[in-house]
């Protein structure tokens, strides 16, 4: 018996299926708004990008201030009992 093949990735459309798939696009917008698809597509996933960069930004600013508020407040704590301590 020979062993039969299984796809490696069995949701990701192949050679065939592609074609097919450009086919239908070509049919249903036409080939001249196919680059202003494209085009549009593209730039809608730069500024997602973007979003999500100040997003990571925002984050750690707000991680790095969370550690130097404990910081301070371990600073503050040991000046504290160091003049406690003196008194």
Same mark, same amino acid.
């Given at each position: !018996?020979?062993?039969? !093949?299984?796809? &490696?990735? $069995?949701? *990701?459309?192949?050679? $065939?299926? &592609?074609? *097919?798939?450009? &086919?239908?696009?070509?049919? &249903?917008?036409?080939?001249? /708004? *196919? $680059? /202003?698809?494209?085009?549009?597509?593209?730039?809608?996933?730069?500024?997602? /990008?973007?979003?999500?960069?100040?997003?990571? %930004?925002?984050? /750690?600013?707000?991680?790095?201030? %969370?550690?130097?508020?404990? %910081?301070?407040?371990?600073?503050?704590?040991?000046?504290? #009992?160091? #003049?406690?301590?003196?008194?």
């Amino acid at each position: !018996m020979s062993p039969t !093949m299984t796809p &490696l990735f $069995p949701g *990701i459309p192949g050679g $065939p299926e &592609l074609l *097919i798939v450009l &086919l239908v696009l070509v049919l &249903l917008f036409g080939a001249n /708004k *196919i $680059p /202003k698809l494209a085009r549009s597509t593209g730039q809608a996933m730069g500024e997602f /990008k973007r979003g999500r960069n100040e997003i990571e %930004e925002e984050l /750690k600013e707000f991680e790095n201030g %969370e550690e130097e508020d404990e %910081e301070a407040d371990t600073e503050t704590a040991t000046s504290t #009992s160091t #003049s406690t301590e003196t008194n």
